[in-house]
């Protein structure tokens, strides 16, 4: 009788499905490129009418695999280096009396170094430094409405080129085709796999996001592209899986720890030569472009070795069993007595067995 233990592992369903024959690659080499396109129009006080392009709303320009797309403005338009007021909602510029300024200290957190007087308006206690700085400062709050709320209708074109140095296997995320319309006119979609041009406002809804709140304040978004290749496949079977999600932490209400925005300044000279400056606080969605993937191809040496771990495993499992069996049941000695039958088969007597032994034998086994 053979006794057998449901718990052991099947090695030919590991060997098979985790693909125990296959050398693998797990060292990817990946180049990432990548454009927006799309134009908006605008009409604001500080900036007047304008029209919105690439150039003016995508940082850096050169196209790599992190990026930011602008979709609201704080401006602050004709600054110049000069003396005026820190701030009101920096504390650390809070004055009563000159002596709370002292010359030549900057302000934390502020807008420039403190001249030594404090302004203050009549009949109020309390003021702010005077301070030297591009003037005037930034005071203005955030905008209830993105500036940029048709951002939503831009495209993002993102061209992936990887390699797997171990197999000299090389494949791009972009459709080998002469027609040199079709990146003009597809779109990527479950379908169209080979074509990585995604619409803005399609990649946020993916991650769960509204587009006129990640607009808003900003954020921080993940492109992961997955290459999981089986190359005793044809190439054509090595096609990338595209993953979205939202990585800056998100918060109910409006928590000071939500969005995403940095500041920058556009410089001039008047007339005269004095230089003065805009400056911009820009919120918007930034990008992470993100590639990993593994390879794996047959190898006999892999393979010979995966066959002999799972012959010794199994090996190993039956010992076991035949360890519980022997030594830990409450029958033992009735399943060790059906173990070595065999042994003691050569006496006549020893080959009955009645039915009450064939009882307890089906209590073991169940």
Known sequence: MRHTCG?????????????GYQDTDTSLQSSIITKVK???FTNTSELGERLWDVADYVIPPQGENIFFVITNLIVTPNQRQETCAESESIPNAVCSEDSDCPPGEPVMAGNGVRTGRCLRAENVHRGTCEIFAWCPV????RPEKPLLSKAEDFTIYIKNFIRFPKFNFSKTNVLDTKDRDFLKSCQFGPKNLYCPIFRLGSVVSWTGSNFQEIALQGGVIGIQIEWDCDLDKAPSECNPRYHFSRLDSTFPGNSVSSGYNFRFAKYY???DGVEFRTLM??????????VNGRAGKFNIIPTVINVASGVALMGVGSFICDLVLIYFIKKSNFYRNKKFEEARSSHPGNAKVNVEQLQNLQTVEA
């Open 138 to 141: 930034e005071t203005k709050s």
């Open 281 to 290: 606080k820009a919120y918007g969605i930034r990008f992470d472009v993100m």
């Open 38 to 40: 799309g134009v908006t």
């Open 269 to 271: 000279r008047d007339a």
């Open 7 to 19: 718990g052991v592992p099947r090695p030919r369903w590991v060997f098979l499905m985790k693909k």
